[in-house]
């Protein structure tokens, strides 16, 4: 089996990283250069990056943000947020990212994942999911976007399936319940979309005790484990995490 990843998360606004508690009450995080560099060297075996207003504000990825971050570093970096065309798509591999994520781009035009697959390789092709629970859905789990402002009517799991069929690589699901609350992933949801697809799935959205790590790859079926608050406010560094990880028998590159 693969080793398990850690994949820090840089959510961008205004030209800095921030965090926030179910997608809101953002607080500022620090510079990204530094948190990408400082990661790198941590031990981070890939780094996200997620221009979260972009969708909101109607605008692209800022191109520059993703210049300096990859310019930095020579891991893998998956940029997100405002990812709406091939064009688009383009233009960040451009400015440096190893792979994209798109969320409310797909939804709107599903197609474009497909095309994406076709033109980059499914390997460099993230689909991040939102949701929230909703027992009207068939999973539980409604699908949001717009940065968590709009619910879609769909289900979660469901729409994780379709994306699969049409050439992702890799499925990002986050839960709005859990983002940034620090009490662990939402391990029915991430188990609910791994058990769904047979794509690598990022447990994200709400880590916050080394066992929460644990928990997502072992009860989530997670095999790369995102996190932002703990590293950015440095409550563990990667190293710890992936030591933790290790004593238990999780394949992880030290």
Known sequence: MEPVKIMPCLDMKNGRVVKGVHFVDIRDAGDPVENARFYQEEGADELAMLDIAATVEERTTRLEWVKQVASAITIPLTVGGGIGSLKDIEAVLEAGATSISMNSAAVKEPKLV???????????????????????????????????????????????????????????PTSMDGDGTLNGYDLEFTRAISEAVKLPVVASGGAGALEHFYDGVVKGGARILLAASVFHFRTFSIRQVKEFLKDRGIKVIL
């Not at 993230?126 to 769909?154: C, Q, Y």
């Open 114 to 172: 497909e095309k994406a697959a076709k033109k980059i390789g499914s390997e460099r092709v993230t689909v991040a999911i939102d949701a929230r629970r909703n027992s009207a859905m068939r999973s539980g789990f409604e699908l949001v976007v717009s940065g968590g402002t709009k619910p879609a009517g769909r289900d979660a799991v469901e729409w994780a399936k379709q994306c699969q069929n049409m050439g992702a690589g890799v499925i990002l």
